[in-house]
């Protein structure tokens, strides 16, 4: 069965501590990978994506993802952490191409960045 | 504001009410999705449409729910004869055609079912 699993439910953090969420993914074939956030009291937001290329990719903020397929893995960093990121973080999956447009989510970690 | 739009915002309905909602996605986009989400959780996918054509259907989509598109524009979802159950945001999400695009999301319906 297709599926995205987040290993972490909450994480708290400090200032300028370095993230890492973890993401991992069961999907038959090619896939596209997303991280998707949601500060509180607004939509889901795109931070980064992966089609294809390096597996290293960067997004908005600061943030970067690494895809390793060996192990099924899409893991979100960050290595200086600010209270402002404080938000509920998503990863998804879907079928490279688009062949299958909907996107599979993970339940999501809520990250609490102390001051 | 040029991004997804929903409404209403909230709904409250008794159970047993029929509800309808509204997305008006992203001008340009011709893919439009509609995702649940309860506490706890992430995004359900419900359905999707390219243009007018409704393509996919998930299981979660019980008789109860249907979704159209009518001049894929914007899409309704509407839930009859609703369930406490089905108390939870309803997420709407829109896309350019072709392969690897990414979904834009609206603000979401909240739904309470009393």
């Known amino acids: 069965a297709q599926s995205v699993s987040q290993h972490n439910h909450h994480v708290i953090l400090s200032e300028a501590a370095s993230l890492e969420l973890g993401c991992n993914y069961s999907?038959?074939?090619?896939?596209?990978l997303f991280w998707y956030v949601q500060y509180p009291g607004q939509h889901l937001q795109l931070l980064l994506k992966?089609?294809?290329?390096?597996?290293l990719v960067k997004g908005i903020k600061g943030f970067e993802a690494e895809f390793i397929k060996s192990k099924f893995s899409f893991n979100l960093r960050k290595p200086s952490v600010q209270w402002s990121d404080t938000a509920e973080y998503f990863c998804a999956v879907n079928g490279y191409g688009g062949s299958q447009g909907n996107l599979i989510f993970g339940k999501g970690t809520k990250l609490s960045v102390k001051p | 504001d040029t991004g997804v739009s929903q409404n209403p915002r909230h709904k409250i309905t008794k159970r047993g009410q029929n509800v309808t909602f509204r997305c008006d996605p992203i001008?340009?986009?011709?893919?439009l999705y509609w995702y649940r989400q309860t506490l706890g959780q992430g995004p359900e996918f419900l359905t999707y449409?390219?243009?007018?054509?409704?393509?996919?259907k998930s299981r979660l989509l019980s008789d109860r729910f249907s979704a159209e598109r009518p001049k894929g524009s914007f899409s309704t979802l509407e839930i009859q004869r609703t369930e406490q159950g089905d108390s939870a945001m309803y997420l709407c999400?829109?896309?350019?055609?072709?392969?690897?695009?990414?979904?834009?999301f609206g603000q979401g319906t909240r739904l309470t079912v009393v």
């Open positions: 999907y038959g074939g090619t896939v596209n």
């Open positions: 449409f390219q243009n007018e054509a409704q393509l996919e």
């Open positions: 992966y089609f294809s290329g390096d597996p």
């Open positions: 999400a829109s896309s350019r055609g072709g392969g690897n695009t990414e979904a834009f």
């Open positions: 001008s340009e986009h011709n893919r």
